[in-house]
């Protein structure tokens, strides 16, 4: 009787191979960590890809499903003043407090306003030209408000489910290293099944096999660096990302505090303003000069805006209280257009002047990439990159569960058999360990793992037999 049947892997058997001996126990060491966080994380990746594919679309999608409040009826030849605006709406609708104001590039395109109205956080949408409402919603019922928090927060919301997202996030990227490891030929004629797949037989473990690792490879830099993109926005990453571009002094100078010396304030500009680019959510933020002054008018704050060559669309968030700034901002657009400025409400000084030219290295590249994170980099070709990846990534997800499916024993989880090294057990452990402590929630994960392997599952018959330890 074959081998095989009499010992069937628990997993589709790679393409080629390893040889026998230390290389063969690397290998399977491997394995055995890419299967279990295959298992364990591909259903939320799945989520993420399909949340990522649609947001990637967002303005298409936006502008069919609101066409109506995001598009004027009939373009004129001059736009009310900001302050015309807000001073009708407030008027329109008592009770209702505007935040802030988008003042929109085309000429075809409505001003959003952010606004409170029975406090309830609200988007409205305003014809520029009359002044008139085109339209409301909750700003949390939004297309894009949904699929940001499925792709960010899975629908449900809070600080568990984020966490959630960005350690599969970033187990995605150990999924990709270690997939690429167990591609990788053995062979230099080996093009079957590692650069191409074989589909000569639909419905074989072959078949789902190479739908699985050949798709994986084709697309695993720019899920990389999709995966990379994202991960600025986590909790937990992203702070760790920002602390270290602050401390390289690659992420915002000094010297983008054009009125005296960086504040000591508390409060950073992502606490008081809307539509600010990454690097500059953490500025802190300076105070106007109080004294009894009349503060200036929206339109004023415009013109500066226009004088200082930032480019529409731009968002002008009001100041608040005695001492709060005016803050202009854009972030949705190319990223050499980024700019942050807070303004004195009395004086109209420019206290805070931070464009794309004025990042470091860290912060220049980390914008490219969330640009391309969100396809507006370049365009439609941005989006549709993005799409084939998320595509393919529920592709890789669903192939290993089908692969998974089509070789576990009864009984059994069918994870692949532990080497019987254990020097090359702890080595390759160490080697998730540093990665763990680059990811710091993927180290939690990994101390998590240990413990319960070694007060649990080891301590129980049937829990030993399942998970094949």
Same mark, same amino acid.
């Given at each position: 009787?074959?081998?095989?049947?009499?010992?069937?892997?628990?997993?589709?058997?790679?393409?080629?191979?390893?040889?026998?001996?230390?290389?063969?126990?690397?290998?399977?060491?491997?394995?055995?960590?890419?299967?279990?966080?295959?298992?364990?994380?591909?259903?939320?990746?799945?989520?993420?890809?399909?949340?990522?594919?649609?947001?990637?679309?967002?303005?298409?999608?936006?502008?069919?499903?609101?066409?109506?409040?995001?598009?004027?009826? =009939?373009?004129?030849?001059?736009?009310?003043?900001? =302050?015309?605006?807000?001073?009708?709406?407030?008027?329109?609708?008592?009770?209702?407090?505007?935040?802030?104001?988008?003042?929109?590039?085309?000429?075809?395109?409505?001003?959003?306003?952010?606004?409170?109205?029975?406090?309830?956080?609200?988007?409205?949408?305003?014809?520029?030209?009359?002044?008139?409402?085109?339209?409301?919603?909750?700003?949390?019922?939004?297309?894009?408000?949904?699929?940001?928090?499925?792709?960010?927060?899975?629908?449900?919301?809070?600080?568990?489910?984020?966490?959630?997202?960005?350690?599969?996030?970033?187990?995605?990227?150990?999924?990709?290293?270690?997939?690429?490891?167990?591609?990788?030929?053995?062979?230099?004629?080996?093009?079957?099944?590692?650069?191409?797949?074989?589909?000569?037989?639909?419905?074989?473990?072959?078949?789902?096999?190479?739908?699985?690792?050949?798709?994986?490879?084709?697309?695993?830099?720019?899920?990389?660096?999709?995966?990379?993109?994202?991960?600025?926005?986590?909790?937990?990453?992203?702070?760790?990302?920002?602390?270290?571009?602050?401390?390289?002094?690659?992420?915002?100078?000094?010297?983008?505090?054009?009125?005296? =010396?960086?504040?000591?304030?508390?409060?950073?500009?992502?606490?008081?303003?809307?539509?600010?680019?990454?690097?500059?959510?953490?500025?802190?933020?300076?105070?106007?000069?109080?004294?009894?002054?009349?503060?200036?008018?929206?339109?004023?704050?415009?013109?500066?805006?226009?004088?200082?060559?930032?480019?529409?669309?731009?968002?002008?968030?009001?100041?608040?209280?005695?001492?709060?700034?005016?803050?202009?901002?854009?972030?949705?657009?190319?990223?050499?257009?980024?700019?942050?400025?807070?303004?004195?409400?009395?004086?109209?000084?420019?206290?805070?002047?931070?464009?794309?030219?004025?990042?470091?290295?860290?912060?220049?590249?980390?914008?490219?990439?969330?640009?391309?994170? =969100?396809?507006?980099?370049?365009?439609?070709?941005?989006?549709?990159?993005?799409?084939?990846?998320?595509?393919?990534?529920?592709?890789?997800?669903?192939?290993?569960?089908?692969?998974?499916?089509?070789?576990?024993?009864?009984?059994?989880?069918?994870?692949?058999?532990?080497?019987?090294?254990?020097?090359?057990?702890?080595?390759?452990?160490?080697?998730?360990?540093?990665?763990?402590?680059?990811?710091?929630?993927?180290?939690?994960?990994?101390?998590?793992?240990?413990?319960?392997?070694?007060?649990?599952?080891?301590?129980?018959?049937?829990?030993?037999?399942?998970?094949?330890?």
């Amino acid at each position: 009787m074959p081998a095989e049947k009499l010992n069937p892997p628990s997993q589709t058997e790679p393409a080629i191979r390893p040889s026998s001996g230390l290389r063969q126990a690397i290998y399977q060491s491997v394995w055995r960590w890419h299967f279990y966080a295959g298992i364990i994380f591909a259903p939320f990746l799945i989520i993420l890809a399909f949340s990522g594919a649609v947001y990637l679309f967002k303005p298409q999608i936006e502008n069919y499903l609101y066409k109506d409040m995001l598009t004027v009826r =009939e373009a004129g030849s001059s736009p009310m003043s900001p =302050e015309a605006i807000i001073g009708k709406t407030v008027k329109a609708y008592p009770g209702t407090t505007v935040a802030s104001i988008t003042l929109a590039g085309k000429p075809e395109s409505s001003y959003k306003l952010s606004v409170t109205r029975n406090e309830t956080s609200t988007t409205m949408y305003v014809d520029p030209y009359t002044g008139n409402a085109l339209g409301m919603m909750d700003s949390d019922k939004t297309f894009s408000a949904f699929f940001k928090k499925l792709h960010s927060e899975l629908v449900v919301g809070g600080t568990i489910a984020n966490r959630l997202v960005e350690l599969a996030a970033c187990w995605a990227v150990i999924l990709l290293l270690t997939g690429l490891f167990l591609w990788w030929p053995r062979s230099k004629s080996a093009v079957w099944g590692t650069i191409l797949p074989r589909l000569s037989k639909p419905g074989s473990r072959q078949f789902w096999r190479d739908l699985h690792a050949v798709p994986a490879f084709w697309l695993s830099l720019v899920l990389l660096v999709i995966i990379a993109g994202g991960l600025p926005w986590s909790g937990i990453m992203g702070g760790q990302i920002d602390k270290l571009a602050n401390s390289t002094n690659t992420n915002t100078p000094p010297y983008a505090y054009s009125f005296g =010396e960086k504040p000591e304030s508390v409060t950073v500009a992502k606490d008081i303003a809307e539509d600010l680019p990454w690097a500059a959510e953490n500025i802190a933020v300076p105070s106007s000069a109080a004294g009894g002054y009349v503060p200036l008018g929206l339109d004023e704050i415009a013109a500066i805006a226009d004088r200082q060559d930032v480019k529409k669309p731009y968002t002008i968030t009001l100041a608040s209280g005695e001492r709060g700034v005016f803050t202009v901002s854009t972030s949705h657009t190319v990223p050499g257009q980024n700019a942050t400025l807070h303004m004195d409400q009395y004086s109209g000084a420019v206290l805070t002047d931070v464009r794309f030219a004025d990042y470091g290295i860290m912060a220049k590249a980390i914008t490219y990439g969330i640009a391309f994170h =969100e396809g507006r980099l370049f365009g439609l070709a941005n989006q549709l990159i993005g799409l084939i990846a998320c595509a393919g990534l529920i592709l890789i997800a669903f192939s290993s569960y089908v692969m998974w499916r089509k070789r576990k024993p009864s009984g059994k989880l069918g994870a692949p058999a532990k080497p019987k090294s254990n020097k090359t057990t702890l080595g390759v452990l160490l080697i998730m360990l540093a990665c763990g402590a680059a990811m710091p929630l993927v180290g939690a994960s990994l101390l998590f793992v240990l413990l319960l392997d070694l007060f649990i599952l080891r301590r129980i018959k049937s829990l030993r037999h399942w998970f094949s330890i």
